[in-house]
Structure formats: structure tokens, C-alpha cells
């Protein structure tokens, strides 16, 4: 299998880069081919040119890449904070690009976009890696999990995707290096379970 993951915080050392290594590390054992990108490191330009808006739009090629790994990925893994109840700015101008008409969902024929989009990322397996310093009682009590409702509901349902996984991880402020480690190793079951070895 060939898995795409997409890095989006911006501090070497954070516990988001160790989930990141975790899950590539996990991957590569299993023997499939990661496509990894840090997009902070990359300097990926989040803003999406109105030029591009449209379906058949010509793109960046920088762009253009992001949007044929998506394609031919088996499967895709995102790693990011929760910030305000949303992934950071970069990550949003990435959904905005490369999740796009044509690569990720299209209209029907005749349908200028009032109707039900077709998903295209149909066998696709994604995962979603969250970290945040709100207890998972008071996000979900108060907040209403804001971001299984972006990923789940709003994006991958709307693309095609059924197999879907998120977690979330916290207090990350108050944890201590113990608990880390146990979260890192839940990475890597999580990872493992739905990237299973390879039969060679």
C-alpha cells in the first residue's frame, strides 16, 4: 500500500512530530511505501487562489503533486493540534487545495454544485491523529467534538471514505512522559491495525 501522511504543526520536538515519526515508523515495518509531508517544513501556501476554485482549474505544480499522491493512495494518516476547534491554518489551506473537485469529490453531471457531491476517495482508508489541551469529556460535553464533525461528517463521508478512524489525545500541557509513551504505543497499534503487515 502506499500511505500519504500529512504533518501540521509547527514545532520541531512537539508530541504531534512524535506521533508523525510513530505512524511512518509503523508503516515503513508493515512494508508499505509513506509519502510523508511536513507541511510547516515544507512552507506549504495555504491560500487558495480563486483561479483554482474551479473543478478542471490548472493548479501548482506543487499542488498538482499533493493532489495525484492523494489520488493514488491507499490510504491517508493526519496528524495535527486542535486548535480553536479546527486544524491549524496550514492544514486548512490544504484541505482547500488539495481536497478539491475532481480529485477528492465531484457534482453530477448538469449539477453546478447544489446537490449531492460523488465521493472519489471511495477504499481509501484515513486516519486522523489528534492532539489538544481540553479533557475529551469537556470537548465532547461543551464543544460537541468539533473536529470528528470537520473530518468525519464534512469532509471524508462527503469524499466517499468508510473506513475512518480518529483519536484524540490529551491534556498534552499537563502529561507526563509516561503517558506519552503509552500514547505513542497506542499509535502504533492503531497504525498497525489499519496498515496491517504485508504478506510478502
Known sequence: MVVSVILAHPEKGSFNHAIAETVVKTIKENGHKVLFHDLYKERFDAALPAKEIKKNAAVDKNIKKYCEELTRSNGVIIVH????????????????????????????????GEGIPVGLLVGKRVMVFNTANTPKDREARVFGDPLENLWKTCI??????????????????????????????EVSEDAGRYFPEQIK
Open 81 to 112: 493540534p486542535n486548535w480553536w476547534g479546527q486544524p491549524p491554518a496550514i492544514l486548512k489551506g490544504w484541505m482547500d487545495r488539495v481536497i478539491r473537485p475532481g480529485v477528492a469529490y465531484e457534482f453530477k453531471t448538469g449539477d453546478n
Open 156 to 185: 471524508m463521508d462527503l469524499c466517499g471514505v468508510k473506513i475512518f478512524y480518529r483519536k484524540m489525545f490529551s491534556v498534552i500541557v499537563t502529561s507526563s512522559p509516561k503517558e506519552r509513551k503509552t500514547w505513542l504505543k
